[in-house]
C-alpha cells in the first residue's frame, strides 16, 4: 500500500473520531440539549383504565415519617413514605409479557426487568392519524397505505424507530371522559367484561405486523391510553403483535404534539422490577426544538463523516 493511501485512512480515521482519554465521557453535546419531558404526575387524580383493579389500585403516596425525627441528641427533619399503584397507570411502558405468556416459538416474553435499555431509547418516529380522526370519539386505526403515505414524505421507518402514534389525545388529559372518549367510561362487554365505549384512534394490527416485517422498530408509543384504538379486538391487537414479537411498548406519553415526525430521539427509563408486566416511566426527548435544534438528528446524520468517508474513497480509487 502507497503512503498516500495509508495517509488517506489516518485522515479518516482521524477526522471522523474525537479521542478522549480512557475512563472519560464527552458531555459537551449534553449541554446544548434542550430536554422534553414527556411524562404526566402521578397523583390520585390520574385518568386510568375504567376496570375494577385500576381504579382500585390507583396511585396512593402516604407519608410513613414527615417532621423532625430524634437524631442523637437533637431532632432533624426526615420525610419518606410509601406509594401503592397499579403497574399500568400514568406515562407507563408496557413490558412484552403484559397480555402474552410466550413468544411463538414458545420463549418467554421479556418481562419488565429484562427490557433491553436499547429498546427504551432511540429515534422518536411520529406518526399522525388524520386530521378527520383527531379530538373526536374515533375509533380509526393506521393502515398499511397511511403508514407508506408517511414514509413518502419522511423517509422509511427503521429498526432504530421507537414509533409513535400521535392522535391528539393529550388535548383531553385531565378530563376522564374526553381522554377515554366517552361519557359511559364504566359500561362493559357482556361478553368480554371489558369497556365497550371507549373510543380514540390508534395503530391498527395489520399495519404493525407490516412494520415489524418490513422495517422493524425498538418500540412502539402513543399519547392515548393505548397504542391500540379505543375498541380494539384483542386477538387481533397491536399489543399482541409487538409485544408478541418481544418489544415493549409506552402509553399516555404527554407534549406528543411538540415532537417533529422525525429527528429527535425518545428515552423512557422504567423501574427495574423482577417479574413485573410494566411500570410508571420517566420519558423525555431531545432534538425536539425546530430543525436547527444541534442535538437533533437528521436523515444525514453524521453527514460530516459520510462526506470525508466518499472522499476517501474516491481517493484511493484515484491513487489506485
Not at 368480554?192 to 425498538?218: F, H
Not at 380494539?232 to 399516555?252: I, Q, R
Amino acid at each position: 500500500m502507497s503512503t498516500a493511501v495509508m495517509l488517506t485512512i489516518v485522515l479518516f480515521v482521524g477526522a471522523s473520531a474525537t479521542p478522549l482519554e480512557p475512563g472519560t465521557i464527552s458531555q459537551t453535546w449534553w449541554r446544548h440539549c434542550e430536554l422534553l419531558d414527556m411524562t404526566y404526575t402521578l397523583s390520585n387524580e390520574t385518568t386510568t383504565f375504567p376496570i375494577e383493579n385500576y381504579i382500585k389500585y390507583q396511585f396512593e403516596l402516604t407519608p410513613l415519617v414527615k417532621g423532625m425525627v430524634p437524631y442523637g441528641s437533637s431532632d432533624i427533619y426526615l420525610h419518606y413514605g410509601k406509594f401503592c399503584t397499579i403497574e399500568h397507570i400514568g406515562t407507563h411502558l408496557d413490558a412484552p409479557n403484559h397480555v402474552l405468556r410466550t413468544l411463538k416459538e414458545g420463549k418467554e416474553l421479556f418481562t419488565l426487568e429484562k427490557v433491553p435499555l436499547t429498546d427504551v431509547i432511540g429515534e422518536a418516529c411520529v406518526i399522525d392519524v388524520p386530521e378527520e380522526h383527531k379530538y373526536v370519539r374515533s375509533n380509526y386505526k393506521l393502515t398499511i397505505d397511511d403508514i407508506k403515505k408517511w414514509e413518502e414524505i419522511n423517509g422509511l421507518l427503521h429498526e432504530d424507530c421507537i414509533v409513535i402514534i400521535r392522535t391528539g389525545q393529550e388535548r383531553f388529559w385531565g378530563n376522564q371522559n374526553d381522554f377515554l372518549g366517552t361519557d359511559t367510561p364504566e359500561h362493559l362487554d357482556p361478553k368480554t367484561g371489558w369497556p365497550d365505549t371507549m373510543a380514540w384512534p390508534g395503530l391498527g394490527a395489520e399495519a404493525a405486523e407490516w412494520i415489524l416485517a418490513n422495517r422493524g422498530l425498538k418500540a412502539i408509543g402513543a399519547d392515548s391510553m393505548s397504542f391500540d384504538a379505543g375498541q380494539a379486538d384483542y386477538y387481533k391487537s397491536v399489543h399482541t403483535v409487538v409485544l408478541g414479537a418481544n418489544k415493549p411498548g409506552f402509553e399516555n406519553l404527554a407534549l406528543v404534539s411538540k415532537l417533529p415526525a422525525r429527528g429527535a430521539t425518545l428515552i423512557g427509563l422504567p423501574m427495574k422490577n423482577k417479574g413485573g408486566s410494566g411500570s410508571p416511566v420517566r420519558v423525555m426527548a431531545y432534538g425536539w426544538n425546530g430543525p436547527n435544534d444541534p442535538c437533533r438528528m437528521t436523515a444525514g446524520a453524521n453527514t460530516a463523516v459520510g462526506s470525508i468517508l466518499l472522499f476517501a474513497i474516491s481517493f484511493l480509487i484515484v491513487l489506485l
